[in-house]
């Protein structure tokens, strides 16, 4: 059973009810991160619970944009637990018609590139331009503790105040290149809710980032000056996969560095393949510190739109994406089909031991199992 809340260790001794933070027992314990259920009764000193949204609670909450509602429907539709799967899937169904409307940019860089605070200045800018703004920023997820440190929200504190953004952390769960297994989804449900520009924030792995250029219309990759040689990289991974590249912190003593890896980058480009028909990827300067060159960026991005709209490129984006996300889910779920046969559940230990012994031939330890679907 699971264990009451109970407050941390590192509670001050003066705080009394007051001090938000409780543990619970977690995944493990039984608790699945959402209020239904035996997990549904009120936390003492808290109050009552927050009630159980049914689905038409949900449709009809973020339709109207109800930021806490929002919040809940992402947490259903994250949540791993087989019996939320059916009404996360039906809630999708009701929101899908009120989806696509809003531009979907990945932004990705190297670490220290200065992604969170570019995304402030940028969401700000889009805010006083009269957009609403969803970050839905990727934590990366520790593949010992499977915990994430989200701490995003932190780093983008002038933003997480303004009442047109949403910001919401998600762990990758370990999936390839730093994507929550849901964000496809999330962005659905954001932009139903409103929010004409979706901004998603990845780890920054490298050749992985493939799978945010499978989600978003427009890829920015943000670098900085003096990282090491510009052109490391170039004939393969992430540089081939931008529509654009951000040389970031070009301001004081890094300004003359950025102008001359702009250059050296915009050099480089004029020989790679594009990777959006029509369009020609170039590399700009820009210090999300000072706000300089932030505009401009948008303005290249709103640029792409219009000339990929023209051409039919966007439309076809979209349109290969929605096939590869059907393949995406046929494959995630055959797998899980696969590894919850009963005769699968039985067979793999054995035979992983003797793959692990050098007994079995991986290959033929493959087959062996998947001569089981036959059974």
Known sequence: MPTSPRKPD?????????????????????????????????????????????????????????????????TLIESNAP???????????????????????????????????????????????????????????????????LGDKTRMEGLSRAAEAFIRPSPTGGVLGGVARKTRETMLVCEAAGFDVILVETVGTGQSE?????????????????????????????????????????????????EAARAEYNRALHYLTPVTDGWHTRAYTCSAETGEGVANLWAVIERFRERTAESGAFAARRRAQAREWLHTLLDEQLRAAFYDRPAVRAALPAIEAGVMAGELPATAAARQLLALLDG
């Open 10 to 74: 590192w509670t001050p001794d003066d705080a009394g009810d007051a001090f938000a933070s409780r543990i619970v027992s977690g995944v493990a314990g039984g608790h699945d991160g959402l209020d239904t259920g035996q997990h549904a009764a009120a936390t003492p000193g808290r109050g009552p619970a927050r009630r159980p949204l049914s689905i038409d609670d949900y449709a009809a909450g973020v339709l109207a944009g109800d930021r806490a509602v929002l919040a809940r429907a992402i």
């Open 83 to 149: 019996a939320h799967f059916e009404t996360a899937q039906e809630v999708l169904r009701r929101l899908l018609p009120h989806s696509g409307n809003a531009l979907r940019v990945g932004i990705t860089g190297v670490p220290g590139a200065g992604k969170s605070t570019l995304i402030e200045a940028l969401g700000l800018a889009l805010i006083a331009a009269g957009h609403r703004v969803a970050v839905l920023a990727i934590d990366p997820t520790s593949s010992l503790t499977r915990g994430s440190i």
């Open 210 to 258: 493939v799978t945010v250029r499978s989600m978003v219309d427009f890829f920015l990759l943000v670098l900085i000056p003096g990282g090491g040689d510009e052109l490391q990289g170039i004939k393969k991974g992430v540089v081939e996969l931008a529509d654009a590249i951000a040389i970031n912190k070009a301001d004081g003593d890094n300004r003359i560095r950025a």
